[in-house]
């Protein structure tokens, strides 16, 4: 099973939560659902650290302070995510990455709207751990 890992990065606004998603670039990505940054680890590379860079080279953002919310296994390929959830920190993301059209912050119930299918447990657990602080 393929192993990928990212970031659910998250901020508080005076409408609620945001997360940061990216989009697939390309014609045949035009309808294709958002993702939370992510991507296979290198050889060698740690979860978080795979999770760090993906959202560095997909959108441009650094991210802090991280804590591990689980996973997910795609149901469709053989390909298990690892989601690491923390608090954006200041600037606006950007495509970073030739494979990323956009990236920005969206709203929780926009994310749930159009977060790949197989990742919106993120969401879930993202609000568990919310929810707990």
């Known amino acids: ?9 998250y901020r508080i606004t005076p409408s609620g939560h945001e997360v940061l998603l990216v989009h697939p670039s390309g014609n045949y990505n035009k309808k294709a659902p ?3 940054p992510k991507g ?3 050889e060698g590379e740690d979860r978080e650290t795979a999770a760090r860079r993906e959202t560095r080279e997909e959108a441009g953002v650094e991210a802090g302070d991280l804590v591990y919310l689980g996973y997910s ?3 469709k390929s053989k390909k298990r995510v690892h989601c690491f959830a923390g608090a954006a920190g ?3 993301p950007h495509p970073a990455s030739w494979e990323i059209d956009q990236a920005r912050f969206v709203p929780l119930e926009e994310a749930r709207q ?4 197989d990742q919106q447990v993120f969401l879930d657990y993202l609000a568990e751990h919310l929810a707990q602080r």
């Open 114 to 117: 159009i977060l790949h299918l």
């Open 34 to 36: 958002w993702s939370i």
């Open 40 to 42: 296979l680890l290198d």
């Open 73 to 75: 296994d795609y149901r």
């Open 90 to 92: 200041s600037g606006e």
């Open 1 to 9: 099973m393929k192993e990928a890992a990212g970031t659910l990065l």
